[in-house]
């Protein structure tokens, strides 16, 4: 029983052309892989949660009941510090509150880098 190889060998002599180089199953197992890496395009329409955190603070339940419509919390953070820009609860930048038409919006004013981030994640 002779193999593709060789039958693609006596058909090309026959006709006087070139042999057809066949793609082995590895080749094609890296061309495919290669279609198949994962682009920046794959997850820009992907939704997250962006929030910013001006501060926190812990308290007992039993003071959390007793807040009302006029209670003062005071927060951790000091006035001017920049707030914590998160993305999905990861840290990824500190920033100021600014007002923009109106609204309010961040300046942001420092980015996380991503080696930080992965480190604060441990």
């Not at 082995?24 to 892989?33: N, R």
């Amino acid at each position: 029983m002779s193999s593709p190889e060789q039958d693609n060998a006596q058909a090309s002599e026959a006709t006087g052309e070139p042999p057809v180089e066949q793609e082995t199953d590895a080749e094609i197992a890296v061309a495919q892989s290669e279609a198949e890496k994962p682009t920046l395009e794959m997850v820009l329409d992907v939704p997250v949660t962006l929030s910013l955190e001006i501060g926190n603070t812990r308290m007992p339940i039993r003071n959390l009941l007793q807040l009302n419509q006029g209670s003062v919390v005071e927060l951790e953070r000091a006035a001017g510090e920049p707030l914590d820009v998160r993305v999905n609860g990861v840290l990824v930048a500190h920033g100021e509150v600014v007002l923009l038409d109106e609204k309010f919006a961040i300046r942001l004013t420092d980015i996380v880098s991503p080696t930080e981030r992965i480190r604060k994640l441990s």
